[in-house]
């Protein structure tokens, strides 16, 4: 009887213990329960951009595949897929980005975790000279919808065999009669060799620099004598006196006195498409000085040298008119005025010409 009215106090106690239990453990259970199916505040960055995420996964894998995110082999990932994710965890992803290189005439494909162009040109093994050109420039940042352009420049010298034409050169002679040649010596092509720095971007030559020329034979100029004697006849009909008359040029059937006499003048040639004017625009086919230029009568100079509005015979040309003018008209070089660019191409550049300037007044 002792015995049982024992047991029955110790029953009842551990009761009241596993009661007290209860009451604590339950609601701890509950609390831990309820936290683990709370969403976990995270910092999710890929490509650069972060943003803040709440999440229910576990671990990073878990996170990436509740956002349909599949991983490459070349892509970054910080920590590992397998890391557990807690509150504060940040998470940090770069993709891989095919970006496009045009180079060499074609379009290579670069698979790049880079975001700069350098860094894109290296991932792709494409390897650059000092004077290549890159576009954007190599420090630019990267988009994922980028493209690069690489266009290859080379510099190099290549040596070309020219002619060189020889200059007529007219020698006023006191002694011959006016209207009479003579040939003092017979004029012969020189030949030298040019040595140019060529530059060209993908293949294409855009610049030609004449660094030296080697004269291999020389040029002789064609040397005419030309009589400057006046024929009088004196008292005596059947004499005949040569008298001198200084300074005076036979020219295009022609005789007078130039101002000056230009030696060793460039002739180039241009057109009206060649002055860089639309057709339709009001100063087409003008010159300088406001009025049409005309094929067979003006010419571009440099008027430091001929005064606009002056006459000159060139040799070879004729008689011409300076009416216009032109950044390379500097110096010994005339642009002569013809009707079409086809024409002025066939002109060329001629050397060596000799230019007398005869005033406002056409002879």
């Known amino acids: 009887m002792e015995l049982r009215t024992m047991w029955e106090r110790y029953k009842n106690k551990g009761l009241v213990i596993f009661g007290v239990l209860a009451l604590v453990i339950i609601p701890m259970i509950g609390y831990f329960s309820a936290q683990a199916t709370q969403p ?34 070349k892509d970054s990932l910080q920590p590992a897929p397998t ?37 894109a040109l290296k991932d792709g093994g494409i390897t650059l000279s000092e004077k290549d050109r890159v576009e954007p420039a190599l420090t630019a940042s990267l988009a994922k919808s980028s493209a690069i352009t690489v266009k290859r420049v080379v510099e190099k010298m290549v040596d070309e065999e020219e002619r060189v034409t020889y200059q007529e050169i007219r020698k006023n002679d006191s002694a011959l009669e006016k209207g009479k040649t003579k040939v003092l010596q017979t004029g012969q092509e020189g030949k030298a060799i040019a040595h140019y720095k060529l530059v060209t971007v993908d293949g294409k030559e855009v610049s030609r620099e004449l660094v030296s020329r080697d004269v291999v034979t020389p040029k002789k100029d064609h040397v005419i004598a030309v009589g400057t004697a006046v024929a009088m006849r004196t008292e005596d009909s059947s004499q005949r006196v040569l008298v ?59 008027p430091r040298v001929i005064p606009y509005g002056w006459w000159v015979y060139i040799d070879g040309v004729g008689y011409r008119r300076a009416e216009d003018t032109g950044g390379a008209m500097k ?11 086809s024409e002025a191409v066939q002109f060329g550049r001629k050397r060596n010409k000799t230019v007398y300037i005869i005033g406002p007044q056409k002879p």
């Open 244 to 302: 001198a008359s200084a300074g005076m040029v036979s020219r295009g059937g022609k005789v007078f006195r130039p101002k000056k006499v230009l030696n060793g003048v460039t002739l180039t040639a241009y057109s009206p498409a060649g002055g860089g004017k639309h057709p339709s625009s009001a100063g087409y086919g003008r010159t300088a000085t406001g009025v049409k230029a005309q094929a067979g009568h003006t010419i571009a100079v440099d």
């Open 40 to 73: 976990k505040q995270v910092t999710f960055s890929l490509d650069g951009e972060s943003r803040k995420v709440a999440t229910k996964a576990e671990t990073v894998e878990e996170f990436l595949a509740e956002r349909q995110i599949t991983l490459t082999e």
């Open 331 to 341: 110096g010994g070089k005339i642009d002569v005025f013809v009707s079409t660019e």
């Open 83 to 119: 890391t557990k994710l807690k509150d504060g965890t940040e998470i940090f992803l770069h993709t891989v980005w095919s970006i496009p290189v045009q180079i060499d005439g074609q379009t290579k494909v670069i698979q790049t975790l880079s975001r700069d162009v350098a860094g």
